[in-house]
């Protein structure tokens, strides 16, 4: 059985044939290009025709890579950024810190060279929290009775007074700020020795001097310091600045504001003066009370009768019994209050 094709279908050469001649062909013009560069012209002239179409079909590759690109560096940005956020957050924390304590070193440098030259024992406290009470001004300390506090102690940090020790338990104690509505100092000005008294609560944070003349001899910026009058405060304490200075035609006072010029609120070590002033303690000097009522009589006779045994028992006479004993009679006396002779009258 034949099974070629028929003479219609019939193409020339076999495969193998075409396949031969045309793997001899290209050896031939490899051979020619190498020897003669004969075929650069046709190479660029065909480069500059396939160019475009080389360009279109590498489009989805170039944009798949640029794609994977952008994704990869945006994933490093994001975490690169979120590193350097989170490096200048904990340097920016360091930094706070080490400016809290390059302040709290100084405040303490101070305070120990205060301490080392104070006149009176103090004791160094650190401020535990402030009072939960809105309306009062207080803050609580970690010393307390058993490191020898008192109630009354003045509390001072290395610019001035901050307040009064007003509480004491054994391990912490509570102290009243300058500023309380229900604080009270009594103060001079350095600069001409004018005395008066700084009360607290004028406004938030400032103290006032009250019931000070109108013409009395103040000035902006006069610094006031402690008295010492009151017994609780050593005298030459800083207190206060005066800052503002109200002065009224139609009043005979005038009003005094004052800024602290401690840190009331800013300072966690603080230093508590153990300040004893000496006075003696106060004695009831008031004469006793005088009976009254109907018993005032009774008790009279009561407290002579207690004289006179007394006086018996020591064996001496009651000086009011020996003279009431050794005093004549009463002599009589008519309606009118003038004597009667009573011999007379028994004559009669």
Known sequence: MDYSPPPLFKQGPSATARLVALLALSLALLVIDARMSVLGVVRQVVSVILYPIERLVL??????????????????????????RESAVAQAQQSLRASQLEAENRNLRTLLNLKQHAAVPTVAAEVLYEARDPYTQRIVIDRGSKDGVRAGYPVIDDRGVVGQVTRVSLFESQVTLLTDKDQAIPVEVVRNG??????????????????????????????????????????????????????????AFSRVICEP?????????????????????PTDLSPPPAPKGKNAARDAREEKDRAARAAAEANVPAPAAAAEENAPPPRPTDADGNPLDTDSAQKR
Do not use: C, W
């Not at 489009?59 to 640029?66: E, S």
């Not at 938030?204 to 001097?209: F, S, V």
């Not at 030459?236 to 005066?242: D, E, S």
């Open 261 to 281: 010029v401690a840190g009331i609120r800013s300072n966690r070590h603080l230093l508590i003066v153990k300040y004893e002033s000496g006075f003696p303690p």
């Open 59 to 84: 489009i989805p590759r170039d944009t798949a890579r640029a794609a994977l690109e952008y994704t990869q560096s945006s994933t490093k940005l994001a975490v690169d950024n979120r590193s350097l």
């Open 194 to 251: 004018l005395r008066s008294v700084a009360f607290g609560g004028a406004r938030p944070g400032a103290l006032d001097l009250r019931f000070m003349a109108a013409s009395a001899d103040l000035q902006q910026g006069d610094l006031l310091v402690t008295s010492g009058l009151d017994g609780v405060y050593p005298a030459g304490l800083p207190v206060a600045r005066i800052s503002q200075i109200e002065r009224k035609a139609d009043t």
